[in-house]
Nanobody, 122 residues
């Protein structure tokens, strides 16, 4: 069984910073792409940032230059450093990872974290 556990959300003033972490644990053989998505009330879930196993990154236009995604492959952990936060960044942030389980499986599965609330407000 595999779990993704997120941490680091909270309330921050506009212009502030937060760092989200997401650690994958369980019977893991390998972790491929990892990413962060967010969903604001009344809106669809959207991709915020993604990173490949080789650390190639891509970002939503709305967060370019403000957010940075990174990963620690030894810890199966992905991070999202969020700077210059705006009220429109308020959302529940979900991490996602493509994981192959140990035990001979040939299939990569998508796993999701439980979500972390980020609120940007004065």
């Amino acid at each position: 069984q595999v779990q993704l556990v997120e941490s680091g959300g909270g309330l921050v003033q506009p212009g502030g910073s937060l760092r989200l972490s997401c650690a994958a644990s369980g019977s893991i053989f390998g972790v491929n792409a990892m990413g962060w998505y967010r969903q604001a009330p009344g809106k669809q879930r959207e991709l915020v940032a993604a990173i490949t196993s080789g650390s190639r990154t891509r970002y939503a236009d709305s967060v370019k230059g403000r957010f940075t995604i990174s990963r620690d492959n030894a810890k199966n952990t992905v991070y999202l450093q969020m700077n210059s936060l705006k009220p429109e960044d308020t959302a529940v942030y979900y991490c996602n990872a493509e994981i192959k389980m140990a035990g001979g499986s040939r299939t990569w599965y998508d796993y999701w974290g439980q979500g972390a609330q980020v609120t940007v407000s004065s």
